[in-house]
């Protein structure tokens, strides 16, 4: 019988890392996940989730770490989902996020090579549509394909720009099979609730049961291309079963303001107008804001296959739904 597939995650607590580390399980992968922190709450969880895979202790900001992770896994791929994700911390943080999520790209990519892994490893960086910056001069009408001008306008988009560039560079210097997805938004029911969609379902569900009053949020006009999570991590694998490494954008090629997030959370729960439950809150205003991001998901769909099954509407109604199943399952654990 031949041998599985090994597969190391970073970032494998995250959104992405679990659906990522599902799909590959269930694909027969032996699964690595590199784990950060002397006490990291998230690992208990993962464990409990994905018993088969293997727990390894690294950081994107550790060079040794990463050695010795690529070396236990001795992974055929690796995917590099991990960084400081959040575009209104890195303007908090714009050095950890330029060590994290700019840097720790040329530290994995170096500690696969100075091991003797760059032929025998195939790399997928999680480039985004952030890098682009959604300003008027250089959005297509039809929306932004892999050859758009990028206008990166936070440090979390610069870090990632770096980290995509290093990796096209180490792809044609060293003949690397790397590839990139570039993509757009994607939510779901294991989103962060920092984050505005699963911050808006979190409190849509507790505004239903009574358990919160409103909402404090910072600018709602702000367009975004939104998927679903498990349809874009599908991607991300088929990038690396693929003939040859390149860049792919996944996208849904449809834009939404946040006001119609908002319109179908709330309707979800029978709440026709949001407007009483909102607050403004400035601590949420970014120093520069991306006002429309719109995707073109055409080379992806004709080079890799890839589809996506959850429409706008099916993911608004997803994560309600699972929202309120979390608020009921805590007000089971609170009755006597
Ligand atoms: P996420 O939920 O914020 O997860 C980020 C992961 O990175 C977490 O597992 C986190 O671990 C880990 N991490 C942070 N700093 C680290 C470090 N120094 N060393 C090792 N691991 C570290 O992000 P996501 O939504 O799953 O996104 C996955 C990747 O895709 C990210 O690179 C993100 O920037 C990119 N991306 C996301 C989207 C999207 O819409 N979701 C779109 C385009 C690109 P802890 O648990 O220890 O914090
Ligand atoms: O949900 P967000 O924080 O996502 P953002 O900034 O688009 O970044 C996400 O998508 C990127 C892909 O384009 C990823 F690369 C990145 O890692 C991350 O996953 O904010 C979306 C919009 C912004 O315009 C923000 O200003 O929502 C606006 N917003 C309004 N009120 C808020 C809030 N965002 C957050 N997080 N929290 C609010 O209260």
Known sequence: MAEPKRALITGVTGQDGGHLAELLLAEGYAVYGLVRGQNNPRRAQLQAEFPT??????????????????????????????????????????????????????NL??????????????????????????LDYNRPGNGYTEDSLFHPRSPYGVAKLYGHWIAKNYRESYGMFISCGILFNHEGERRGKEFVTRKITDAVARISLGRQSHIDLGNLWPKRDWGYAGDYVRGMWQMLQHSEPDDFVLATGETHSIEDFLTLAFAEVGIEDWRPYVRQDAAQLRPAEVDILLGDPSKAESVLGWRRDVDFPGLVSRMVAHDLAVQSEESGTRTP
């Open 53 to 106: 895979l293997t727990v390894i202790e690294g950081d994107l900001t550790d060079p040794a770490s990463l050695v010795r992770a690529l070396e236990r896994s001795d992974a055929n791929e690796v995917f590099n989902l991990a960084a400081v994700s959040h575009v209104g911390f890195s303007f908090a943080n714009p050095t950890l996020t330029a060590d994290v999520t700019g840097k720790g790209v040329l």
């Open 109 to 134: 990519l170096e500690a696969i090579r100075i091991t003797g892994r760059s032929e025998r490893t195939r790399f997928y960086q999680a480039s985004t549509s952030e890098m682009f910056g959604g």
